[in-house]
């Protein structure tokens, strides 16, 4: 019987080269956590933090909530991990109900800690489906959120890039436009939200460089574990869950390993087609969790340096 193209497609895929054979370590890394709420949390966080420290990220960055709600607790961890650790440490901030003095008084707080690098972002509103309303005397937009830290000190600014459009954004020209303005304001970087196709990051890359931009744009990965969490997520930025990955998580809500076993396959699949295209920096969110994460730097060839290598 002669062998239809998808049989032969299939042979081919399965005698080639094994997908992640002989990478090169190449690939830089850094990692997302948010702050503890409680001492099992924090020990949690602390794991995954020294967990990942071997890999040697270019940095951690740790999450802001809306309006301040977690400003005591980022502080600490941030100060914690530039204390305790050689991971250069980000600390994000955002414009939600904070004048410019407080910001000053925040940023002024992690220059002092020893932060030199601030993921400046403009910030969700602190309810959902509210519409962002700038404090009267604060910064009405990340753009002049960074531009106001840059007055501050010299710090190192990441911020935000959305492959698949901002839902607030009136299309992704203008987008675009946004993004521009805040790395034009002084940013180093934009990290990217995360999203499930290579594509999307793609095509929001090369639309990117038409419209003049050069800066780094870091893919944000987020492994997945819990679909139902992150279709959540997924809504409030505009991500989109590709139907194959709701039915590869079909029938395992009480199967966790296999759930974990499914999420590191997909983003590790998904970081080697972006590796492919030319991209070798990855930003994990790891939701405080360091095994996926791990994994799949370790099969991106991202390993702890050998002992007594130079």
Known sequence: MTPSLSQLKEAKTALDEPLFAGLSDDAEVSFEFFPPKSEKMEQTLWNSVKTL??????????????????????????????KETNIPAAAHLTCVEAS????????????????????????D????????????????????????????ADFEISVAAYPETHPEAGCPQDDLDNLKRKLDAGATRAITQFFFKPDAYFRFRDEAATCGIDAELVPGILPVSNVAQTRKFAGMCGAAIPAWMDDLFEG????????QLIAATISAEMCRRLYAGGVRQFHFYTLNRAELSYAICHLLGRRPAKEGAA
């Open 252 to 259: 395992l809500d009480d199967h966790p390993s296999a759930r």
């Open 100 to 123: 410019k003095q407080e910001i000053r008084e925040v940023a002024e707080a992690y220059w002092e800690a020893g932060v030199r690098h601030i993921v400046a972002l403009r910030g």
């Open 125 to 152: 509103p602190p309810e959902a489906g509210q519409d962002f309303q700038p404090h009267p005397d604060g910064y009405a937009s990340a753009a002049d959120l960074v531009a106001g830290l840059k007055d501050i």
């Open 53 to 82: 420290e071997p890999l040697d990220p270019r940095f951690v960055s740790v999450t802001y909530g809306a309006g301040g709600s977690t400003r005591e607790r980022t502080h600490a961890t941030v100060a914690r991990i530039v």
